[in-house]
Nanobody, 117 residues
Framework: QVQLVESGGGLVQPGGSLRLSCAAS????????MRWYRQAPGKERELVAH????????NYAESVKGRFTISRDDAENTINLQMNNLRAQDTAVYYC??????????WGQGTQVTVSS
């Protein structure tokens, strides 16, 4: 059973930092690209960051480029999202995601990030 479990969310002040983690199980982790998405109330789910299966290619939404860093640790079957210089508009539920070649997506339950003073 594919399982993705996010952790690390919380309340932070603008300009602060937070590190999210996603623990993956139920598949050969090293063979899969991974993504972080986020969704704020009333808005569509947005792709935040992508990392290739070998970890050599990363991509970011323009809104987070230079502030967020995605990484993976295949020995631990985890991906991380280091978020620096957080802004109020980063407030959202953050989701870990992967997919099969058939197009089927897998999602974690999400972790809440709130940026507020």
């Amino acid at each position: 059973q594919v399982q993705l479990v996010e952790s690390g969310g919380g309340l932070v002040q603008p300009g602060g930092s937070l590190r999210l983690s996603c623990a993956a199980s139920g598949f050969i982790f090293r063979n899969y690209a991974m993504r972080w998405y986020r969704q704020a109330p009333g808005k569509e789910r947005e792709l935040v960051a992508h990392i290739s299966s070998n970890g050599r290619t990363t991509n970011y939404a323009e809104s987070v480029k230079g502030r967020f860093t995605i990484s993976r640790d295949d020995a631990e079957n985890t991906i991380n999202l280091q978020m620096n210089n957080l802004r109020a508009q980063d407030t959202a539920v953050y989701y870990c995601n992967t997919w099969e070649s058939s197009g089927r997506n897998y999602w974690g339950q999400g972790t809440q990030v709130t940026v507020s003073s």
